[in-house]
């Protein structure tokens, strides 16, 4: 009997799990779809405005409703960056020691590494997720099996009509594991391969503000 509880208590637990991680999928999915999308129109709206801008000062003064999306937090870390320079009791210090470029050039990647941390995240949730979740559904096939053997075992009969029921039903979990697994596994597909897309939209972006940023430095002098 307490065998017979233990195992039920197991089967239980394991099928809540599962729909605990389909819970947690479909939230990651939808919040991330939303991500991607409002995270893109701002990009595209403040990439338009920056480059109609006529040269970094005016983009620097674009209007603060353009101001949104990672293209613009990777901008603003550039023009603080620039400003920075311009005080001398800043630019003396050991912050500025090297080749400008370079040095514009490490904290607009560090920025944007940042910015694609919080774009990656939950990837690694949908991941594992999609990794365990099969097995968590066999293993509560596995102790469902083993549930529905004591039963018969109990009953003193082996017959088809006795074994069918119970084992189907212990099979449940392990259909319900790949259930959940499939959407996890595609999305994470689909999130990384936008991610990617992301961090090199963001990498052509500072290769340009670079570009136009000492080039207006070199024309200057």
Known sequence: ???????????????????????????LIFFKVWQFAKNNYYNKRYGTAFWNAT?????EQLPEETKRGTKSRVAACGFAWLAELKDPVAAASLKFRGSPQDLLEQALKKQTQDE??????GLT????IGSTAPFVGLFGTVMGIMNA????SASGSASLDVVAGP???????????????VPAV?????FQRRAKHHRASLEHFVDGFLHIAFGERTTKE
């Open 149 to 152: 053997m004591h039963d018969i």
């Open 167 to 181: 084992i189907g039903d212990a099979l449940i979990a392990t259909a319900i594991g790949i259930a959940v697994a």
């Open 55 to 59: 040269d970094l000062k005016a983009a």
């Open 125 to 128: 949730m949908l991941a594992s």
């Open 1 to 27: 009997m307490p065998f017979h509880f233990e195992t039920a208590f197991i089967i239980d637990g394991t099928l809540y799990t599962l729909l605990v991680f389909s819970l947690v999928t479909w939230t």
């Open 116 to 121: 694609q941390k919080r774009m990656e995240s």
């Open 186 to 190: 595609l999305a994470y597909n689909f």
